[in-house]
């Protein structure tokens, strides 16, 4: 799999863009282009990588993995199990270590997905893609997909002072730290979302 920087290269010039030419449809100077393609800058924030995707018009999973025979699509998110990698042709991926949040070390592959026609997710909303990471453990603080006995929700978790795990939400009404139910159980964790550009 070729790297990330000669991957951008390589579609801006099958876009038939010049350094300068991209920069400006990315909102970022030619010398950052440069540096993005050299490698120089490994690190490259999430609405800058869903801008570069726009203006080399490809979809973000070919920017971040390259050609494929089948190019991963996101799996569709649904508010009941069974869980979308548990099909057999979802498609994984592997986030490079410039992709993921500061401080986040996962090593392991994980599935780009979006919510469903119709359905509701605190911390992911219609039109946003986001890595999801199988996992039944507590992996530290950050978003996770739980399965509960009325489907499958997203949560924000944290560690309480006696090992339990605090659950809130993105909404003003559930912002307040509550314990998971003995019921609820991890199946993933949220490691980067994108969303659409407000236009």
Not at 131 to 155: K, M, N, V, W
């Amino acid at each position: 799999m070729n790297s990330l920087g000669p991957r951008i290269k390589q579609l801006r010039l099958q876009a038939n863009l010049n350094k300068a030419a991209l920069a400006r449809k990315v909102g970022v100077s030619d010398v950052t282009i440069s540096y993005w393609e050299s490698g120089a800058i490994k690190q490259i924030g999430h609405e800058r990588l869903v801008a570069l995707a726009e203006a080399l018009g490809c979809p973000l999973s070919r920017l971040l993995e390259g050609d494929y025979a089948t190019p991963p699509s996101p799996l569709l998110l649904l508010g009941r199990p069974p869980l979308p990698w548990l099909d057999p042709a979802a498609h994984r991926v592997t986030l490079h270590g410039h992709l993921l949040p500061a401080g986040t070390d996962w090593p392991g592959e994980c599935y780009l997905v979006t919510p469903g026609p119709g359905e509701r997710f605190e911390f992911l909303a219609d039109g946003d893609l986001a890595a999801i990471c199988p996992t039944t453990a507590f992996e530290g603080p950050g978003r996770y997909l739980i399965e509960g006995q009325d489907g499958l929700f997203i949560s924000a978790l944290t560690q309480g002072a006696n090992g339990e795990l605090l659950a809130s939400g993105e909404s003003s009404l559930s912002r307040q730290n509550q314990p998971l139910e003995q019921t609820d159980r991890l199946v993933g964790k949220l490691l980067v979302r994108w969303r659409p550009e407000a236009g």
